[in-house]
């Protein structure tokens, strides 16, 4: 699924200023309030738009941050990633082809990174680990680049697989949501059917 110019524009102007209303972005994309808030809600839906919080400068904030890369065998990846996910520490994790994981690690204080590579000791998975203070952010951008074209990788509501090709969708609820197969449409309007029993 591709998005058009149109969602292009919209995306890099709320990638610039997520506060801007409707009407601002109606008037900068040069088209109705009705057709930014459709194109924004279903980029919700579709899961490109994530969410809208505050830009906060974690330097102005008096904080400390390391870079953390961690080696261990390929089969532990994924167990090692799920010790350190709700680390409130580990502010970005991400696994790397090579058997490694990266992290990007935020503390309020000194003496809590010495904390922190204390318990890197006791994670017996790892085979290795190199960590480096960050003395100074010299860019630090938002991962996602709005380029001309894009194409969008959507994920199926039920499974959670990425799906590359033409999904089925579903609307419930007063939004989209977004199946790869029959079997996930039926298991997932199932789901939708007992929560909304319960609610
Ligand atoms: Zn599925």
């Given at each position: 699924m591709d998005l058009d110019e149109t969602d292009v524009e919209i995306l890099r102007i709320l990638q610039e200023n997520g506060r801007l209303s409707f009407r601002r972005i109606a008037e900068r994309v040069k088209v109705s309030v009705p057709t930014v808030s459709s194109r924004i809600s279903n980029m919700e839906d579709m899961g490109i738009i994530r969410g809208y919080r505050a830009d906060l400068d974690s330097e102005r904030m008096g904080e400390l941050s390391a870079i953390l890369t961690i080696k261990v065998k390929p089969s532990d990846l994924k167990t090692v990633a799920d010790k350190f996910r709700s680390d409130k520490h580990v502010r970005k994790l991400f696994l790397l082809g090579n058997s490694k994981l990266h992290m990007i690690c935020t503390f309020s204080g000194a003496h809590l990174i010495n904390d922190f590579v204390a318990r890197l000791g006791e994670v017996q998975e790892i085979i290795e680990y190199d960590i480096s203070n960050i003395i100074h952010v010299v860019k630090e951008d938002q991962r996602a680049l709005v380029e001309p074209e894009i194409?969008?990788?959507?994920?199926?509501?039920?499974?959670k697989k990425e799906m590359r090709e033409e999904?089925?969708?579903?609307?419930?609820?007063?939004?989209?949501?977004?199946?790869?197969?029959?079997?996930c449409l039926k298991s997932f309007q199932e789901k939708m059917e007992k929560l909304k029993a319960k609610a």
């Amino acid at each position: 699924m591709d998005l058009d110019e149109t969602d292009v524009e919209i995306l890099r102007i709320l990638q610039e200023n997520g506060r801007l209303s409707f009407r601002r972005i109606a008037e900068r994309v040069k088209v109705s309030v009705p057709t930014v808030s459709s194109r924004i809600s279903n980029m919700e839906d579709m899961g490109i738009i994530r969410g809208y919080r505050a830009d906060l400068d974690s330097e102005r904030m008096g904080e400390l941050s390391a870079i953390l890369t961690i080696k261990v065998k390929p089969s532990d990846l994924k167990t090692v990633a799920d010790k350190f996910r709700s680390d409130k520490h580990v502010r970005k994790l991400f696994l790397l082809g090579n058997s490694k994981l990266h992290m990007i690690c935020t503390f309020s204080g000194a003496h809590l990174i010495n904390d922190f590579v204390a318990r890197l000791g006791e994670v017996q998975e790892i085979i290795e680990y190199d960590i480096s203070n960050i003395i100074h952010v010299v860019k630090e951008d938002q991962r996602a680049l709005v380029e001309p074209e894009i194409s969008v990788v959507l994920q199926c509501a039920f499974c959670k697989k990425e799906m590359r090709e033409e999904p089925i969708k579903l609307k419930a609820e007063d939004r989209d949501y977004y199946l790869c197969c029959t079997s996930c449409l039926k298991s997932f309007q199932e789901k939708m059917e007992k929560l909304k029993a319960k609610a």
